[in-house]
């Protein structure tokens, strides 16, 4: 496609189930990053994938949150045992290397909600 | 730690009233500056970076290092502006080039 591409778009999830959400960055984009937007806090950065770097997690905000992007491409966020604090729009982004610093393509998002 | 503040969440203005959307930053590097923006159910989009120096939809804004502020204008604003306007700043490229952003503040400009 031509855009980021983010699945579901909605899910609704009971208190201590596990989540994966997915995105598909723009091809050819090197740069994937995952953010949450949540009513109040504003775009929240969780983690950062660059090429073959090992990626930057700094923004993970517990060993319950994880990602993983397979083959340069597609990638995949975690969350286990969900708590109702993590209800949130999860946004996935992507860039090119060659493109203009922070010039970010977004998502739609994968809007959750746990129970 | 870079940082970035908008001080308010909402700003509520007629059409063809000036618009003034705060934003502050604290880096003590050379940062890069950015505008975006999320219309009523679309993605969230770049709007302006202070690099490019360059006026979109009647938007500009301009880096004050003195006063680390990267305030975002318009003389007159138009009921299609409303939206959630977010400011973002950058440390570089590669693996600097994560976006830390603001808060956020709605832009709602009344008929």
């Known amino acids: 496609g031509a855009g980021v591409s983010q699945s579901p778009s909605n899910k609704v999830t009971e208190k201590g189930k596990d989540v994966e959400l997915r995105c598909d960055p723009i091809s050819g984009h090197t740069a994937l990053y995952w953010y949450r937007q949540s009513l109040g806090q504003g775009l929240e950065f969780l983690i950062y994938?660059?090429?073959?770097?090992?990626?930057?997690k700094s923004g993970l905000p517990s060993d319950r949150f994880s990602a993983e992007r397979t083959g340069g491409s597609v990638s995949t966020l975690t969350i286990q045992r969900t708590q109702q604090e993590d209800s949130a729009v999860y946004l996935c982004?992507?860039?090119?290397?060659?493109?203009?610093?922070?010039?970010?393509?977004f998502g739609e998002g994968s809007r959750l909600t746990v129970l | 730690a870079q940082r970035v503040t908008q001080p308010e969440k909402l700003l509520s203005v007629f059409k063809g009233a000036p618009v003034e959307l705060k934003c502050n930053y604290s880096?003590?590097?050379?940062?890069?500056l950015f505008w975006y923006v999320q219309y009523s159910r679309q993605r969230l989009q770049l709007l302006l970076r202070h690099i490019s120096r360059e006026s979109i939809k009647g938007f500009t804004a301009d880096l004050n290092k003195g006063e680390t502020s990267f305030h975002l204008k318009k003389p007159f604003a138009q009921e299609e502006d409303s939206a959630m306007y977010y400011c973002a700043l950058s440390k570089g490229t590669g693996a600097n080039s994560k976006l830390t952003f603001g808060k956020g503040i709605t832009l709602s400009v009344r008929p």
């Open positions: 880096y003590s590097g050379s940062p890069e």
């Open positions: 982004a992507s860039s090119s290397r060659t493109g203009a610093t922070g010039e970010l393509f």
């Open positions: 994938f660059q090429g073959n770097s090992a990626p930057d």
